[in-house]
């Protein structure tokens, strides 16, 4: 029993190539989250996913996408690199219950030159 | 994101205990929540607290909320060095997603 993970767990980018952040989980949760942290902001939602098939927009979605592949799995894409997003990203989970407790990955570091 | 807020650091010595304030800005709450990060690693559920609560004691952590002020703290007895970390307080919104503060890093020496 994995929980959430994440892969790759470093990267370096140059500016405008693109890369995908996989995250799996084995806990059979509905929902699934996608966070960048940077210092001194704590984390900021990028995007999560309800349930299979369906994405929404959280609170910094410019410049990325997502997929959520299957109930498993929950890409995040960076087309186009940039500077501004070098951060370190955490995809969560949550089963959706009567309280959100939600259970983080190992984080992907990402430098974008 | 501005709507949480903590102090950014805490330095406690080994055996006292520790404190960690955090305030909000919307009375909607409905749970709030304290994780705790060690280096390199994911965020790590402590305990989260109901907004119609307002004290909840785990072990040696004793979470306090105070609903009118929008006032939550984490107390830490005992302090100990694998207690260093940094902490975010959380509150969860009306559409169940999660709002997080900056975080407070706790340092404990001994």
């Known amino acids: 029993n994995a929980g959430v993970t994440q892969t790759p767990k470093f990267q370096v980018l140059k500016t405008g190539q693109s890369m995908t952040l996989q995250c799996a989980q084995d806990?059979?949760?509905?929902?699934m989250y996608w966070y960048r942290q940077d210092p001194g902001m704590g984390l900021r939602l990028i995007y999560y996913s309800a349930s299979e098939g369906t994405t929404d927009k959280g609170e910094v979605p410019n410049g990325y996408n997502v997929s959520r592949l299957n109930k498993r799995e929950f890409s995040l894409r960076l087309e186009s690199a940039a500077p501004s997003q070098t951060s370190v990203y955490f995809c969560a989970t949550a089963l959706r219950g009567d309280q959100e407790t939600q259970y983080f990955g190992p984080g992907t570091r990402l430098l974008v030159l | 994101g501005e709507d949480v807020e903590q102090s950014l650091f805490l330095s406690v010595r080994e055996g006292d205990s520790s404190v960690i304030n955090c305030t909000y800005t919307d009375s909607s709450s409905t749970y709030l929540y304290w994780y705790k990060q060690e280096p390199g690693a994911g965020l790590q559920l402590l305990t989260y607290?109901?907004?119609?609560?307002d004290m909840k004691q785990d072990q040696r952590l004793t979470v306090l909320l105070n609903k009118k002020d929008k006032h939550l703290s984490l107390r830490i007895a005992d302090t100990q060095t694998g207690d260093s970390a940094i902490y975010f307080c959380?509150?969860?919104?009306?559409?169940?997603?999660?709002?997080f503060g900056a975080g407070t890093q706790v340092v404990v020496t001994p």
């Open positions: 959380a509150r969860e919104d009306s559409w169940g997603k999660l709002q």
């Open positions: 607290i109901f907004s119609n609560m």
């Open positions: 806990m059979n949760h509905n929902s």
